[in-house]
């Protein structure tokens, strides 16, 4: 199932180019804080409703982040080895701050206030400074996890998504330069685990301006899925609707106002979003 929110927060059912209004059978869940938890319990009621309803056109919406207010936005730097090699490599990223490997450094947070949807537009705050595009998958907490082991990891997952880690380079600590507003993009929508399939073998690409950038498979995550919430969550409790963006591979690079990122995911699709001045 692929869940999509839009307009003034409702929420659609998505297939192809269309979408189906659902928001009449999410109200309940939504209302109560409760929407992750309770998405699989409500998948019959949801295609039942979307039978029924009008089909809207994709295009015609305005799409938003499908998660409005994650309690958490947990990120893993340096997560595939090449980047790591890119990152050590070039002056330009790493500004003379030693680069050390996930296991070692940890995880990050990000400021929930960066978070924007497909259908906004990323404003560099510091356009006289390189900002660089990170597409990652994003994973979406359905169920409370705390202190769970890799094996028990992805009954506690509600879902995925596309991640955009926009990133100020500077000497500057990584969340502080990370957490900018609309520099952490999510969508276009929520595709639930069971049409999603094994987390650990997605393509995953990136193109600015129809140039590509990054491009590569999740089987090279250094920390696997599982792996970074049995880590993240022996430090913090995961909570539903909190954010998992799992690490970006090599090919990171600059983006200007007037860019067009392009970024997609095996089995959920392709996200574009425009690059603004401030």
């Given amino acids: 199932?692929?869940?999509?929110r839009f307009n003034d927060g409702r929420y659609g059912l998505v297939q192809g180019e269309q979408l189906w209004d659902v928001s009449p059978v999410l109200a309940p869940a939504?209302?109560?804080?409760?929407?992750?938890?309770?998405?699989?319990?409500?998948?019959?009621?949801?295609?039942?409703?979307a039978a029924r309803a009008p089909a809207q056109l994709l295009s015609a919406v305005h799409l938003l982040s499908p998660v409005p207010r994650p309690g958490k936005i947990v990120a893993a730097p340096?997560?595939?080895?090449?980047?790591?090699?890119?990152?050590?490599?070039?002056?330009?990223?790493?500004?003379?701050?030693?680069?050390?490997?996930?296991q070692r450094i940890g995880l990050f947070l990000k400021a929930p206030s960066s978070l924007i949807g497909p259908a906004d537009q990323i404003n560099l705050r510091f356009p006289d400074r390189r900002t660089d595009h990170e597409v990652e998958l994003a994973v979406v907490i359905g169920k409370r996890a705390n202190r769970v082991t890799r094996e028990k990891a992805l009954d506690h997952v509600a879902g995925y998504s596309i991640g955009l880690d926009i990133t100020l380079r500077g000497p500057?600590?990584?969340?502080?330069?990370?957490?900018?507003?609309?520099?952490?993009v999510i969508?276009?929508?929520?595709?639930?685990?069971?049409?999603?399939?094994d987390p650990g073998d997605a393509n995953l690409s990136l193109s600015v301006n129809g140039q590509p950038r990054q491009d590569a498979?999740?089987?090279d995550l250094i920390l696997s899925v599982p792996a970074l919430i049995e880590y993240a969550s022996t430090f913090y409790t995961l909570e539903?609707?909190?954010?998992?963006?799992?690490?970006?591979?090599?090919?990171?690079?600059?983006?200007?106002?007037?860019?067009?990122?392009?970024?997609?995911?095996?089995?959920?699709?392709?996200?574009?979003i425009g690059v603004a001045a401030p």
């Fill in 240 to 272: 539903p609707g909190d954010i998992l963006l799992t690490g970006t591979p090599e090919g990171v690079g600059p983006i200007a106002p007037g860019d067009m990122i392009s970024a997609a995911i095996d089995r959920i699709g392709i996200m574009n």
């Fill in 30 to 49: 939504v209302a109560s804080g409760a929407l992750f938890t309770e998405l699989v319990r409500l998948t019959p009621a949801i295609t039942d409703h």
């Fill in 187 to 197: 969508g276009p929508w929520i595709v639930t685990p069971e049409e999603f399939g």
């Fill in 172 to 184: 500057e600590e990584r969340s502080f330069r990370k957490s900018i507003d609309t520099y952490t």
């Fill in 217 to 219: 498979n999740t089987r």
């Fill in 78 to 102: 340096v997560n595939y080895i090449n980047h790591l090699i890119e990152v050590k490599q070039s002056s330009e990223i790493h500004h003379g701050v030693q680069i050390e490997e996930i």
């Fill in 1 to 4: 199932m692929k869940l999509c």
